[in-house]
């Protein structure tokens, strides 16, 4: 059956601006059009580093179906859990519902694409699953 809840969307780099209001105020978000055209099941959308990694995102969680990261540029580590991993340019990561995750550190130039089912998924904040590194400075 043909679905005709969702619309064709196009979205070149110049017809979305970059945003400082999402969820995190060290990066800034560029919207990609997915969500208007999916009636709001599934968000794309590019993150980018906007200042030095301070005290990063804390423990979390998504309420979320459906979640992957794939790193455009530059680099981010995360706790998945109790396991540090680097996620470098190239690299796709599938976060598995409710997965409990800390982002601590990232490069400057760190830009990732999200793509993540429903649109407006939860961010809920959990107790610490372990220590959790410290983040270098820039330089």
């Known amino acids: 059956m043909l679905d005709t809840t969702t619309r064709f969307s196009h979205v070149k780099p110049a017809d979305t601006p970059w945003r400082s209001d999402g969820l ?11 969500a208007d055209a999916t009636a709001g099941r599934v968000i794309a959308h590019l993150v980018k580093a906007n200042s030095a990694p301070d005290k990063g995102t804390g423990w979390h969680r998504h309420e979320a179906d459906f979640q992957i990261v794939f ?3 530059g680099w981010a580590k995360f706790m998945y859990e109790d396991q540090i991993t680097l996620v470098e340019a190239g690299d796709c990561v599938h976060q598995r519902p409710g997965i409990r995750h800390y982002l601590f550190d990232y ?15 939860k961010s809920v904040d959990v107790p610490a699953v372990c220590d959790v590194p410290i983040a270098a400075p820039w330089k």
């Open 24 to 34: 995190r105020d060290f990066f800034l978000y560029k919207d990609l059009g997915v």
């Open 71 to 73: 790193m455009t540029k």
């Open 107 to 121: 490069s400057p130039d760190m830009e990732y694409l999200e793509i993540v089912g429903p649109a407006d998924f």
